[in-house]
């Protein structure tokens, strides 16, 4: 974003502007917040989103004690010049609850996941794992993983790889889709026990041009 951009933008009385925050790899909207033009500035110079909290007064830099880091990959402008898009790749819940997004429930309280059935489901198959590791579940799998360490995961991952194998040598297709299904989930409790968030997988295939292959 030219500076000339920056200059054209209409900030409110106060001197702010609204941020969307969009998940690039999910399409998923992760939170809003308000930025004032150094704010903005310092987005664009670090790679990292930047708001202005109106509670505090003051600039803050989203993830800085979290550690859920918000990797700027692109700023949209609207056609009013007076709300902002700003794509990113989230490391961790973008949620000070969290969760993955800010808008995680519904009017009733009810959880809100009305997403279409097949968009971002593995990164929403990771925030669950990330959930269940910071809010432990009694009789969860995913806790009993977790606590028995990678060793074991990694057992299951070898052990849902044979199964897939198995089911694609037998007639038809919903075993072999079953099996898929249980290695993609261990793997994800995989990732997470490594670090590896999806938006990085993703970007290691875009990065090998899969439309090529």
């Given at each position: 974003?030219?500076?000339?951009?920056?200059d054209?933008?209409?900030?409110?009385?106060?001197?702010?502007?609204?941020?969307?925050?969009?998940?690039?790899?999910?399409?998923?909207?992760?939170?809003?917040?308000?930025?004032?033009?150094e704010?903005?500035?310092?987005?664009?110079?670090?790679?990292?989103?930047?708001?202005?909290?109106?509670?505090?007064?003051k600039?803050?830099?989203?993830?800085?004690?979290s550690g859920?880091?918000?990797r700027?990959?692109?700023i949209?402008?609207?056609?009013?010049?007076?709300?902002?898009?700003l794509?990113?790749?989230?490391?961790?819940?973008?949620?000070?609850?969290?969760?993955?997004?800010?808008?995680?429930?519904?009017?009733?309280?009810?959880?809100?996941?009305?997403?279409?059935?097949?968009?971002?489901?593995?990164?929403?198959?990771?925030?669950?794992?990330l959930?269940r590791?910071?809010?432990?579940?009694?009789?969860?799998?995913?806790?009993?993983?977790?606590?028995?360490g990678?060793?074991?995961?990694?057992?299951?991952?070898?052990?849902?790889?044979?199964e897939?194998?198995?089911?694609?040598?037998?007639?038809?297709?919903?075993?072999?889709?079953?099996?898929?299904?249980?290695?993609?989930?261990?793997i994800?409790v995989?990732?997470?026990?490594?670090?590896?968030?999806?938006?990085?997988?993703?970007?290691?295939?875009?990065?090998?041009?899969?439309?090529?292959?």
């Amino acid at each position: 974003m030219t500076q000339r951009v920056i200059d054209g933008l209409k900030f409110d009385d106060r001197g702010l502007i609204p941020a969307i925050v969009q998940d690039r790899s999910t399409g998923r909207v992760l939170m809003m917040a308000y930025m004032n033009k150094e704010a903005l500035e310092k987005t664009v110079e670090t790679g990292t989103t930047w708001f202005f909290s109106r509670s505090r007064n003051k600039l803050w830099n989203k993830g800085e004690t979290s550690g859920n880091v918000q990797r700027v990959t692109g700023i949209c402008v609207d056609c009013d010049m007076d709300t902002l898009l700003l794509l990113v790749d989230q490391q961790g819940a973008a949620c000070h609850t969290g969760n993955r997004s800010c808008f995680y429930r519904d009017l009733d309280g009810s959880p809100c996941d009305n997403w279409p059935e097949t968009a971002g489901v593995l990164d929403r198959l990771y925030s669950v794992v990330l959930d269940r590791r910071n809010n432990p579940r009694e009789g969860s799998y995913t806790n009993y993983l977790l606590e028995k360490g990678l060793d074991k995961t990694l057992k299951k991952v070898g052990e849902e790889a044979a199964e897939v194998i198995i089911g694609a040598k037998n007639p038809g297709k919903q075993e072999t889709v079953y099996e898929i299904a249980d290695l993609l989930y261990h793997i994800t409790v995989l990732m997470l026990q490594k670090g590896i968030e999806y938006h990085e997988v993703y970007s290691e295939l875009a990065s090998r041009h899969v439309k090529d292959r």
